[in-house]
T-cell receptor, first 114, second 113 residues
């Protein structure tokens, strides 16, 4: 079985400050890792994903994440946030092979204040 | 190209009724999956269909069912609605291979009264 833990349910930051949203996962098989963002009253939009290769993954809107196999982590970072980054962020994992479902964390609400 | 389209966006049903939600995937995508999102349980996987066959199923009661048509469009049905079924139901589509990006629709908001 797979699980995802997002360590912070809420993260308030000031505009132009850096931010890190933490995600840890557990799985008995090799995994694919994803970060999605959800704006109010909308569906989920993919920010970035890790399948294999370089452990530093760059995504849209200036976000990046680093896969750390030994620590089973996939933390999301942005060096300078904007008001428009205010949203809920979800870390997700899927197993390799024939496992096509996503297992999500509980989400982190990022609030960017002026 | 058009994204994942879900209808209806909002609906209100009474306990005991049944509901059908519809999803049109991105053109060319053969995999459609459904998720339930609630404040308490978060995002939970319901089921996934590929070429009209259910490939994966989550831990939901048999009241929740789905199907996929030959044009890859999908429907999910919930029978004998309970208050706890109130949720945002998200449909997602992908090309269907492991690791493919999964694209989500904007969801159908179901309120059970």
């Amino acid at each position: 079985a797979q699980s995802v833990t997002q360590l912070d349910s809420q993260v308030p930051v000031f505009e132009e400050a850096p931010v890190e949203l933490r995600c840890n996962y557990s799985s008995s098989v090799s995994v694919y890792l994803f970060w999605y963002v959800q704006y109010p009253n909308q569906g989920l939009q993919l920010l970035l994903k890790y399948l294999s290769g370089s452990t530093l993954v760059k995504g849209i809107n200036g976000f990046e994440a680093e896969f750390n196999k030994s620590q089973t982590s996939f933390h999301l970072r942005k060096p300078s946030v904007h008001i428009s980054d205010t949203a809920e962020y979800f870390c997700a994992v899927s197993g390799g092979g024939s496992n096509y479902k996503l297992t999500f964390g509980k989400g982190t609400l990022l609030t960017v204040n002026p | 190209k058009a994204g994942v389209t879900q209808t209806p966006r909002y609906l209100i049903k009474t306990r005991g009724q049944q509901v059908t939600l519809s999803c049109s995937p991105i053109s060319g995508h053969r995999s459609v999956s459904w998720y339930q999102q609630t404040p308490g349980q978060g995002l939970q996987f319901l089921f996934e269909y590929f070429s009209e066959t259910q490939r994966n199923k989550g831990n939901f009661p048999g009241r929740f069912s789905g199907r996929q048509f030959s044009n890859s469009r999908s429907e999910m049905n919930v029978s004998t609605l309970e208050l706890g079924d109130s949720a945002l139901y998200l449909c997602a589509s992908s090309a269907g291979s492991s690791g493919n990006t999964i694209y989500f629709g904007e969801g159908s908001w179901l309120t059970v009264v």
